[in-house]
């Protein structure tokens, strides 16, 4: 059974580089059918989409998060990575990586239907 | 940027059936999945493609999307599905994954 499994410091101060990594576990990262996405719920809040990643390195970002979040892939490690510069107190949340089906032409994109059981980011002094 | 709208909560007996919407600008255009998220934990996949339930996803899960509303409904409400919930759809154009504000539904 697949698994996720988020890693990373609980702990950024700001105005530096949060950096997180999700491992694969029982599957791989390599296939057709799936991206590897980050979502973050800040305390108390709602999901926000942060970005996806294909496991060839294709990458596509939250509008609100482009130019300071770059997601890559490792087909060695099975792993796939976050890395988001210049953060700030509104960075701070629970970050969830999750697997994505890649959908069809006719009906869009699929839901995220494996969840890694989510780390959480503080970014203070 | 495309916004789903959710009401922030629901309450129903046990053993009624709740009904929770998501209004978003012609959604019954798009693809919708729903999310259940107990606290302290990972959301889950409930309904994927408006209607379709993932495997071991209870029956009484149920999704419907049409016009500018989608819905889940949760027949026969059980004490074990307080918890939040959230539609979400792909946004094609500008390519943007889009979460609902959010649904807490109570069993009174």
């Known amino acids: 059974q697949l698994q996720l499994q988020e890693s990373g410091p609980g702990l950024v101060k700001p105005s530096e580089t949060l950096s997180l990594t999700c491992t694969v576990v029982?599957?791989?990262?390599?296939?057709?059918?799936?991206?590897w996405d980050w979502i973050r719920q800040p305390p108390g809040k709602g999901l926000e989409w942060v970005g996806s990643?294909?496991?060839?390195?294709?990458?596509y970002y939250s509008l609100s998060l482009k130019g300071r979040l770059t997601l890559s892939a490792d087909r060695t490690w099975n792993q796939f990575s976050l890395s988001l510069t210049s953060v700030t107190a509104a960075d701070t949340a629970v970050y969830f990586c999750?697997?994505?089906?890649?959908?069809?032409?006719?009906?869009?994109?699929?839901?995220?239907?494996?969840w890694g059981q989510g780390t959480r980011v503080t970014v203070s002094p | 940027s495309y916004v789903l709208t959710q009401p922030p909560s629901v309450s129903v007996a046990p053993g009624e059936t709740a009904r929770i919407t998501c209004w978003g600008d012609?959604?019954?255009?798009?693809?919708v999945h729903w999310y259940q998220q107990r606290p302290g934990q990972a959301p889950v996949l409930v309904i994927y493609?408006?209607?379709d339930r993932p495997s071991g996803i209870s029956e009484r899960f149920s999704g419907s999307n049409s016009g500018n509303m989608a819905t889940l409904t949760i027949s026969r409400v059980e004490a074990g599905d307080e918890a939040d919930y959230y539609c979400?759809?792909?946004?094609?154009?500008?390519?943007?994954?889009?979460f609902g504000s959010g649904t807490k539904v109570t069993a009174l």
């Open positions: 990643v294909y496991y060839d390195g294709d990458s």
């Open positions: 979400q759809v792909w946004d094609k154009a500008p390519d943007q994954h889009v």
């Open positions: 999750a697997r994505r089906g890649r959908g069809n032409v006719l009906q869009g994109s699929n839901g995220f239907d494996v």
């Open positions: 012609n959604i019954g255009t798009k693809s």
């Open positions: 029982g599957g791989s990262i390599v296939t057709d059918d799936h991206y």
């Open positions: 493609f408006n209607s």
